[in-house]
């Protein structure tokens, strides 16, 4: 099993910036890719992006590419979402997941290892 704990969560106005980091522990070697979801309010969890190990495959939404990148440090077992240019509807809960496979992740189905979450809200 592994573990993951997301950090770097806040308030910031529409416009601005955040990091997020997902710190993984435990059986890593079990699920080399990873990523990122979201939940808003009365929302279903949706896709933001997702990660292979070598990070030579990413993937992102939509909604957010061109102004999300995911990267990652595997000598610390880190997975990090820069968040620029954010704006009011990106507010929710995110959420890192970890899995096999780069469109596993996408697909969304049949995820088992997910973090806590971490809150991120954006002010007009």
């Known amino acids: 099993q592994v573990q993951l704990r997301e950090s770097g969560g806040g308030l910031v106005q529409a416009g601005g910036s955040l990091r997020l980091s997902c710190a993984a522990a435990?059986?890593?070697?079990?699920?080399?890719?990873m990523g990122w979801f979201r939940q808003a309010p009365g929302k279903e969890r949706e896709f933001v992006a997702a990660?292979?190990?070598?990070?030579?495959?990413?993937n992102y939404s939509d909604s957010v590419k061109g102004r999300f990148t995911i990267s990652r440090d595997n000598a610390k077992n880190t997975v990090y979402l820069q968040m620029n240019s954010l704006k009011p509807e990106d507010t929710a809960v995110y959420y890192c997941?970890?899995?096999?496979?780069?469109?596993?992740?996408?697909?969304?189905?049949?995820?088992?290892?997910w973090g806590q979450g971490t809150q991120v809200t954006v002010s007009t």
């Open positions: 997941v970890a899995d096999t496979r780069v469109p596993r992740i996408v697909a969304g189905i049949g995820l088992n290892s």
């Open positions: 435990g059986r890593t070697f079990s699920t080399p890719a």
């Open positions: 990660i292979s190990y070598s990070s030579v495959t990413t």
